[in-house]
């Protein structure tokens, strides 16, 4: 009947007998015949309080031998997890295996990582300044220049000394960057010459143009307007025409030229003949300058360069340790001027290896301010990696 249960099944289904253990058989006596469950132990141990699992198998022994004492144990199989590829940094905290690394070789040999930098973070006392300072000792044994631009503490001044390298004090009463100075950059575009000499040219007129926007910026405590840019450019192409051989510009050259108002200048100020526009133009950008000049800028930065970097150093330290902790503007200054100074010198040195001026192995760079940033350029490349 439509509706109606099978009897003895409260579902409506059958019956179904329930299967036994696996590998178990009923006996003639009805008894289970089943095999004894055998107990698994895990290699390292039971999971759990009490069970003995350790998280990690203790490293061997370590043995050194020669290649005719251990003929039958070398080369390994197989080798261990650790990256071997660039500076040793030390021994694997689990394992015990050598751990190499640094941003140069895991970026042109390992390809472990798509761009030659390495930002470091960390709790104070850790160890960054250290490891920072083992790679630099080892890249520097592969021929890599390091160049710190900026040290705070220092960090890197001993280091950079017992490398034979060059270390330059900025600071009141230590020494001072001419920002107007072209540097490595102007000789090389000097010893270049030609189309690609004029376009060093340009690259350093640029370099020098915001190098002095930032320090107003700084003073100023927000940007530049844009007509005082062109007002500016045009101030130091005009020292740039009538520079007298041998003598280097200086930031009250600047301010004699806007006194003096040569046409070039008048010309972006749109002044059309009229003193008083021509004022209003540029007065805001002289009082700057003179912020600049007469204020806590002035003695780092209104004065001749005390020390250029030397490109065939085998190391270069800009030491601003010197510049109290309260001075924030000079201190930003300093490290502006620094690093546009040193990215400068690789620009010169790469421009001179590309006109083939200068050898070409050899030129690579590696620059660091409290982390490691790194720059290499192959012998066989035409342009800078950054």
């Avoid at 990690?56 to 070398?74: E, S």
């Avoid at 510009?249 to 009229?274: F, H, I, K, Q, S």
Wanted: charged residues 20%.
């Amino acid at each position: 009947m439509p509706g109606a249960r099978a009897a003895g099944t409260p579902g409506g289904g059958r019956a179904r007998k329930r299967a036994g253990p696996a590998g178990a058989s009923g006996g003639p006596d009805g008894t289970s015949t089943a095999r004894p469950k055998q107990l698994y132990v895990p290699p390292r141990g039971w999971y759990g309080p009490g069970g003995g699992r350790v998280g990690y198998l203790d490293p061997p022994t370590m043995w050194r031998a020669t290649t005719v004492q251990a003929c039958g144990m070398w080369p390994f199989a197989a080798g261990s997890g650790s990256p071997m590829t660039g500076v040793p940094l030390g021994q694997h905290m689990f394992t015990g295996a050598t751990v190499c690394g640094d941003p140069l070789n895991w970026f042109t040999r390992a390809r472990y990582i798509s761009n030659p930098s390495l930002f470091m973070l960390g709790m104070p006392g850790l160890g960054k300044s250290t490891l920072v300072n083992r790679m630099l000792i080892g890249l520097a044994a592969t021929g890599v220049v390091p160049l710190v631009l900026g040290d705070l503490k220092p960090d890197y001044v001993d280091t950079v000394r017992a490398l034979g390298g060059q270390v330059i004090s900025i600071g009141r009463g230590r020494g001072g960057i001419n920002v107007l100075d072209p540097g490595a950059m102007g000789e090389a575009a000097r010893r270049v010459g030609g189309e690609a000499g004029e376009v060093l040219k340009a690259e350093t007129h640029g370099r020098v143009l915001n190098m002095v926007a930032a320090l107003i910026t700084i003073v100023r405590g927000r940007p530049m307007d844009d007509h005082e840019q062109s007002v500016l450019s045009a101030v130091l192409h005009h020292l740039r025409e009538r520079a007298t051989p041998g003598r280097a510009l200086l930031l009250p050259d600047v301010l004699r030229v806007l006194t003096e108002g040569p046409d070039r200048v008048r010309a972006v100020t749109l002044d059309r003949g009229n003193e008083t526009r021509y004022r209003d133009a540029v007065d805001p950008l002289h009082r700057s300058l003179l912020g600049i000049l007469d204020g806590p800028l002035g003695d780092t930065f209104a004065s001749p360069t005390s020390t250029r970097i030397d490109p065939d150093t085998p190391a270069v330290c800009i030491d601003i340790s010197g510049i109290g902790e309260a001075d924030t503007q000079l201190t930003a200054a300093a490290m502006l001027a620094a690093w546009s100074d040193g990215l400068g010198t690789v620009a010169a040195s790469h421009a001179l290896a590309d006109a083939g001026l200068a050898p070409a192995a050899g030129t690579s760079r590696c620059w660091t301010s409290c982390g490691a940033r790194c720059a290499p350029r192959p012998a066989s490349s035409t342009a800078s990696t950054r």
